[in-house]
């Protein structure tokens, strides 16, 4: 999962928590509001997010807890 950052920090439970959009092409997942192509994830693309991005999410899950 090292090509999504915020995948990388996720719990089990929450990876777990996936499905297919886009007619088969694509996996979302929930928890995370995470989104890669099939193909993507075949080639190893990684995730174009920022860091600040990144920050804001780690941000909004430890204010969950």
């Given at each position: ?9 996720a719990s ?8 297919f ?5 694509g ?7 995470e ?9 190893g ?7 600040k ?9 430890s204010?969950?807890?």
């Amino acid at each position: 999962m090292a090509w999504s950052p915020p995948d990388e920090c996720a719990s089990v439970e929450e990876r777990n928590n996936w499905r297919f959009i886009a007619r088969g092409e694509g996996i979302h997942w929930n928890r995370l509001d995470e989104d890669i192509s099939i193909k993507n994830l075949i080639i190893g693309q990684p995730s174009g997010e920022s860091q600040k991005s990144l920050q804001g999410w780690l941000n909004a899950k430890s204010a969950k807890v």
